[in-house]
């Protein structure tokens, strides 16, 4: 439906997004992920045609979208905008929600019956004679969304609609977002820095580091297997570096770590320096004298615990064994094992749920290292 | 030396004055407020679009323009009072309609002398208005014209302070209106130029009724420019005072 080929941006010296290949499909949740300042917001409102790219295009249902404004314009119409800052006019409720429809020329009892029931369905209709400044963050956002869902657009652009909001409106909101686009069929491209509202919400993820999309796909994939260290820590791993392939037998390598040897299951061949992917929970915590029982393929590391970081109602674990590892534990069962910082503990990680990855990035990277990555 | 009595004889002359109104009181306040409401009209109906178009549009020379409008702001009343008198003046280059020393003459001068004030005070009350607004009104699917007008009425009470402020420096001013009106009696006679003229003959009770007449009828006219942007926009309870809700 809307297909973006090498578009990029420049403000002033700096490419703000580079090279970004995309398709998306009528009908999908597609959620950009990446850090704070990646591109993302830009990248949104490029697709909204808010901004020209500085090269490539963007075609909207195949047709060129760098026409004259009347022409943007129309397109335009077709799409609606939530941004981060919900930039609520000084009025009411109902007079806010009211100017995409009011813009298109509709007739004043029409555009009053379409307002009122679009503040219904968010939950705003006791609001609508409210002067909209002066609701909370959460109400202002759900008008925002009114504003945008009123015009019945078929592509609904979000640039993180749940930053600075509390659990229950953030549940609010991303309920409203599943409704439009079951309910209305409405395209949805959803910028996020949460990897969790990511998976809540979305089919398909692009990632974006560095105004790069560095990794596009399903959520589980990027979750079990990102392409490099930067996604790697974005989604919550703490990659081990500093690996050597030492040999591989049918994708069954082992691996020397900064003296400890390590299976995994990768096809990358011998003499390859690699970097390893743990998803802390698929770590098992032990206490020394019961490591778990030694099947094929299985990784019993002995080691100190270094660090423990409560992480909602679980603990993350840091262990020293030889190489860094990191697990997470229920508090249940962190209290039954009694960890304790400097207690010693075996940590058990399967061969299959190790994901390994090439490291190719250079002995000491700059701030910005994830530039070679890709 | 004026003394504390002089004042409070001033202070009960003023009312007097007012309670019986007379008649060549009455005439100078009719003509102050008919020739400063006038230019103050006249230069918001300017004001507001050229504001509107500097503020929207990035040129070169947008900032000189800008500096340049905000140094005027400091242009003495006797200034621009000389210089359309010169324009005007029978042997000037406008000299043929015969404006000088009439109030249309002095409409133009203070029109002129509060402009770009106006301007300088629309420009800012539009920058006020967060860049936010101007593209979720884009993104709403606004026109150019549909969003500047709607980035105005958001800026709606900072442009009514830009107003009041130019009815402010209009009705107040004595160097165009004494230059270009001449101060003649029921002619171009207004309330600054009678207090100049009744202090210099040494009527000081009288200058200071003049004083406070002027300040009431400033009082009326704010309060009503207030009343007319908010209800026109109908959200009176702002300035009211009333709930929120």
């Known amino acids: 439906m809307i297909r973006l080929s090498g578009v990029s941006r420049r403000i002033g010296e700096r490419e703000v997004v580079s090279g ?43 047709s060129p979208t760098d026409g004259p404004e009347h022409e943007r314009r129309a397109f335009r119409r077709r799409m609606a905008m939530v ?27 029409q555009v009053h019956e379409h307002v009122m029931s679009v503040l219904e369905m968010v939950g705003l209709s006791g609001l609508s004679q409210r002067r909209a400044p002066t609701l909370s963050g959460g109400e202002m956002q759900r008008v925002a969304i009114a504003r945008a869902i009123v015009t019945g657009p078929e592509v609904l652009l979000l640039d993180e609609p749940t930053a600075n909001l509390d659990p229950v409106s953030t549940g609010i909101i991303e309920n409203l977002i599943g409704w439009i686009n079951r309910e209305r069929k409405t395209t949805v491209i959803l910028a996020t820095h949460d990897m969790g509202q990511g998976q809540r919400l979305a089919g398909q993820v692009g990632v974006m580091m560095e105004g790069r999309l560095v990794q596009a796909g399903e959520i589980y994939d990027i979750f079990h297997h990102p392409v490099n260290r930067a996604i790697a820590m974005f989604v919550g791993i703490d990659p081990i570096r500093h690996g050597i392939v030492q040999s591989n037998d049918r994708n069954l390598a082992t691996i020397a770590v900064q003296g400890t040897s390590i299976q995994a299951v990768t096809s990358l061949e011998i003499g390859q320096r690699v970097a390893l992917c743990i998803r802390p929970e698929e770590v098992t915590i032990s206490l020394p004298d019961t490591c778990a029982p030694a099947s094929s393929a299985r990784n019993c590391l002995a080691g100190t615990i270094t660090r423990l970081m409560p992480y909602g109602p679980f603990t993350r674990v840091y262990v020293d064994c030889g190489v860094p590892v990191t697990a997470l534990v229920t508090r249940q069962s962190g209290e039954e094992l009694n960890l304790t910082l400097g207690a010693r503990v075996n940590a058990t990680i399967k061969a299959t749920t190790i994901y390994v990855i090439p490291d190719q990035e250079p002995e000491h990277p700059s701030p910005h290292g994830t530039k070679d990555a890709r | 030396m004026i003394t504390v009595q002089e004042i409070i004889d001033g202070i009960t ?11 060549d009181l009455l005439e100078v306040t009719l003509l102050s407020l008919y020739i400063s409401l006038c230019s103050t009209l006249i230069a918001t109906s300017i004001a507001i679009p050229a504001g509107g178009l500097i503020h929207f549009h990035e040129f070169a020379g947008k900032r000189v323009i800008i500096a340049i409008i905000q140094t005027l702001y400091s242009v003495p009343t006797v200034i621009i009072g000389l210089v359309v008198f010169l324009l005007i003046s029978r042997s000037g280059p406008f000299g043929a309609f015969g404006l000088l020393f009439t109030p249309t003459g002095m409409i133009i001068g203070q029109t002129i002398l509060i402009l770009p004030i106006m301007i300088g005070l629309v420009i800012t009350a539009l920058s006020g208005v967060d860049r936010n607004i101007r593209d979720t009104l884009v993104s709403l699917g606004a026109t150019e014209f549909q969003s500047i007008t709607q980035i105005v009425r958001e800026a709606r009470f900072a442009i009514l302070g830009a107003v009041i402020l130019g009815f402010g420096r209009a009705i107040s001013e004595v ?5 270009i009106g001449g101060n003649i009696r029921g002619e171009t006679r207004v309330l600054t130029t009678s207090i100049a003229l009744e202090t210099g003959m040494g009527n000081f009770g009288l200058s200071i009724a003049l004083g406070i007449i002027l300040l009431v009828i400033a009082l009326i006219v704010v309060l009503i420019m207030n009343l007319i942007t908010a209800s026109a926009l109908s959200d009176s309870d702002r300035i009211l005072g009333g709930p929120q809700a």
């Open chain 1, 83 to 109: 941004f981060q800052k919900p930039g609520v006019l000084n009025a009411t409720v109902e007079q806010n929600t009211a100017f995409g429809l009011q813009f298109r020329g509709m007739p004043k009892e």
């Open chain 2, 13 to 23: 002359q003023a009312f007097q004055l007012i309670i019986s109104l007379n008649p």
């Open chain 2, 175 to 179: 160097g165009v209106a004494m230059i």
């Open chain 1, 20 to 62: 970004i290949d995309l398709e998306i499909h009528r009908g999908e949740i597609f959620a950009l992920i990446g850090p704070s300042g990646s591109g993302k917001t830009t990248l949104l409102r490029l697709i909204d045609l808010l901004d020209h790219p500085t090269s490539g295009s963007i075609t909207f249902d195949g």
